[in-house]
C-alpha cells in the first residue's frame, strides 16, 4: 500500500486507512472474531492506519480494535482515537473529561501511547471548552509522550479550518465532504496543507449515500441528493460496476493533488476490506465518471449544512 506524509507530523500513512467505528456493532452485530479477520487482513495489506473513538459503539469499537491488535507491534501501525463526544448528543472537552478519557482509550486500546488524538466532532460542542481545556490538556499529554500529535475532527469546513489553523493543530479529518456528490474539502486541505497540517478524508461512500443499499433512514442528505445518488448507484450497475467500487477510487485517485493524505473508511468485515484494497488498485474509469458528474451535476457540493434533509446532525 502506497504511503505518504501526514503533514509535519513524521508519520507516513497509507493511502487508505481503517475506520474501527464498525467494530464497534453500530450497525450491525460484529463478533471478535470478525473484528480479528478485519484487523488481520488490513494489516497483511499495510492498512496500518486505524481511526476509532469512545463514541463508537459507545466504547465497544475501541475494546474491539484493542484486542485485535494484541500481539501487534506497536510500531507496526498508527492508532488515532479522539476525545470529546460521548453519545449521540453527548460533548464534553473539559480537562476533566480529556484525561479521563485519554487514560480510558488507552486502557482499552491496551496501549501506552496514542499516535493522533482527535477532539471529536467540534463545531457540536463548546468552542471555549475546546480552546481552553482540551487541547491545552491534549498539548500538556503530548509533551509527556503518552499523545505523540493532537488533531480535530467535523463536518463544517469553515469552522474546522479556521480552527485548525488558530490553534496550530497537527491533523484535521472531515468526512463525507470528498465524494463523489460532495467536494468541498478539496480546496480547504490544500490550504491546510501549505499550513503544515496533515488532512484526512473520512467515509468517502457518505455513511451509505454512495452504496448499492443508498442511505440509511436516519441520513440528513436532502432527498434530492438521495435521489441523484441512487441514480447514479443504477448506472454503476448497468456499467458493472458498484457505486462503492467507483466512489472510493474517485476518492483515492483525486486525494493526493488535493492534499489529502489518506482516505479513511469504516468496514468490519474482512470481505469488505480486502474488497477496498482491491479496488484501491484499480485505475478509475473516466468514461463512467464523466456519466456520473453529469447525473450529480444538480446537487454537486449540496452537503445538509446547504441543504437540509429530514434527519441526523442537520436538525440538531
Known amino acids: 500500500m502506497k504511503t505518504v506524509a501526514l503533514g509535519r507530523t513524521g508519520?507516513?500513512?497509507?493511502?487508505?486507512?481503517?475506520?474501527?467505528?464498525?467494530?464497534?456493532?453500530?450497525?450491525?452485530?460484529?463478533?471478535?472474531?470478525?473484528?480479528?479477520?478485519?484487523?488481520?487482513?488490513?494489516?497483511?495489506?499495510?492498512?496500518?492506519?486505524?481511526?476509532?473513538?469512545?463514541?463508537?459503539?459507545?466504547?465497544?469499537?475501541?475494546?474491539?480494535?484493542?484486542?485485535?491488535?494484541?500481539?501487534?507491534?506497536?510500531?507496526?501501525?498508527?492508532?488515532?482515537?479522539?476525545?470529546?463526544?460521548?453519545?449521540?448528543?453527548?460533548?464534553?472537552?473539559?480537562?476533566?473529561?480529556?484525561?479521563?478519557?485519554?487514560?480510558?482509550?488507552?486502557?482499552?486500546?491496551?496501549?501506552?501511547?496514542?499516535?493522533?488524538?482527535?477532539?471529536?466532532?467540534?463545531?457540536?460542542?463548546?468552542?471555549r471548552q475546546v480552546v481552553e481545556e482540551a487541547l491545552p490538556t491534549l498539548r500538556e499529554l503530548q509533551k509527556s509522550g503518552v499523545v505523540r500529535h493532537v488533531g480535530i475532527t467535523g463536518y463544517d469546513l469553515a469552522f474546522l479550518e479556521k480552527l485548525a489553523i488558530e490553534q496550530k493543530v497537527d491533523t484535521v479529518m472531515a468526512y463525507c465532504t470528498w465524494t463523489l456528490q460532495d467536494r468541498r474539502l478539496g480546496a480547504v486541505a490544500r490550504r491546510l496543507n501549505q499550513a503544515g497540517i496533515g488532512v484526512l478524508n473520512a467515509s468517502p461512500l457518505s455513511m451509505g449515500l454512495l452504496t448499492r443499499s443508498g442511505a440509511p433512514a436516519w441520513h440528513p442528505a436532502h432527498q434530492e441528493v438521495q435521489n441523484a445518488c441512487r441514480a447514479v448507484?443504477?448506472?454503476?450497475?448497468?456499467?458493472?460496476?458498484?457505486?462503492?467500487?467507483?466512489?472510493?477510487?474517485?476518492?483515492?485517485?483525486?486525494?493526493?493533488?488535493?492534499g489529502i493524505a489518506s482516505t479513511v473508511i469504516g468496514t468490519a468485515s474482512q470481505e469488505n476490506m480486502l474488497d477496498n484494497v482491491r479496488w484501491s488498485d484499480r485505475p478509475l474509469d473516466g468514461a463512467l465518471l464523466e456519466k456520473i458528474d453529469a447525473l450529480l451535476a444538480p446537487v454537486l457540493n449540496l452537503g445538509w449544512d446547504v441543504l437540509p434533509g429530514n434527519g441526523g446532525k442537520a436538525q440538531k
Open 11 to 127: 508519520i507516513q500513512v497509507p493511502v487508505l486507512a481503517m475506520g474501527a467505528a464498525s467494530l464497534g456493532s453500530i450497525y450491525h452485530p460484529v463478533s471478535q472474531h470478525q473484528a480479528d479477520e478485519t484487523v488481520a487482513a488490513a494489516l497483511t495489506h499495510e492498512v496500518n492506519y486505524f481511526d476509532v473513538a469512545p463514541y463508537y459503539g459507545l466504547t465497544k469499537a475501541e475494546t474491539a480494535l484493542g484486542i485485535a491488535l494484541k500481539g501487534v507491534a506497536r510500531k507496526s501501525y498508527t492508532l488515532a482515537t479522539k476525545v470529546g463526544r460521548y453519545g449521540d448528543s453527548q460533548w464534553d472537552f473539559s480537562r476533566e473529561a480529556t484525561l479521563r478519557s485519554v487514560d480510558e482509550s488507552l486502557a482499552r486500546l491496551g496501549t501506552d501511547y496514542i499516535d493522533i488524538i482527535q477532539c471529536h466532532d467540534v463545531e457540536y460542542g463548546d468552542l
Open 233 to 258: 448507484s443504477d448506472l454503476c450497475d448497468r456499467e458493472g460496476t458498484p457505486i462503492s467500487q467507483v466512489a472510493l477510487q474517485f476518492a483515492l485517485t483525486t486525494a493526493a493533488e488535493q
